[in-house]
């Protein structure tokens, strides 16, 4: 005997029970759409911005903002922290190495709010001073291990690593 996979068909809902008029769907279609737009368009908002400030020895040394990445942002993070063999040719890109101490400070490079990147990261005359060649080699120089942690932290946090993230997706 084959079971009836096909749904039930009701005219009327069943006593008690209330149901949504097409008015209600189409005002839930366009909640549903603001929040989709506010939620594609929040990450480039100065609101969801967090201000980092580096302190030593509670002497505030510098500060700058950053924002949240996207994956995408994070993917070419990690693909200028990765070593790839040599490509023969028909082969795809294979991987060999990927320095994580870069790909944070690509991280942090990324994350840093434009304006507040070309003056800290990319200050040619900082550069000079700490001889790197490129902003995202200033953090390096400036940045010490635990700060980096706690700066990667932060911009997790922001783009949506938390662990309130975490337990949505397990519900």
Not at 149 to 159: A, G, H, M, T, Y
Request: charged share 35%; glycine share 4%.
């Amino acid at each position: 005997m084959s079971k009836n996979t096909m749904p039930e068909i009701y005219d009327e809902a069943p006593a008690g029970v209330e149901t949504q008029t097409q008015e209600d769907i189409l005002m839930d279609e366009d909640a549903l759409l603001r929040g989709l737009i506010e939620a594609g368009t929040e990450k480039d908002s100065e609101s969801a911005y967090k201000r980092v400030q580096i302190r030593r020895n509670k002497v505030l040394k510098f500060e700058f903002r950053i924002r949240p990445v996207s994956e995408e942002e994070s993917l070419a993070c990690h693909e200028q922290a990765t070593k790839f063999a040599p490509r023969k040719r028909g082969q795809p890109k294979r991987a060999i190495e990927t320095n994580e101490a870069q790909f944070r400070s690509w991280l942090i490079y990324t994350a840093t709010v434009d304006e507040d990147r070309m003056k800290t990261w990319d200050n040619k005359q900082a550069w000079q001073a700490f001889n790197v060649l490129r902003g995202v080699d200033m953090i390096d120089a400036v940045l010490l291990s635990g700060e980096k942690d706690r700066v990667i932290d932060l911009i997790n946090e922001i783009s949506g690593y938390s662990e309130d993230t975490e337990e949505i997706a397990k519900n």
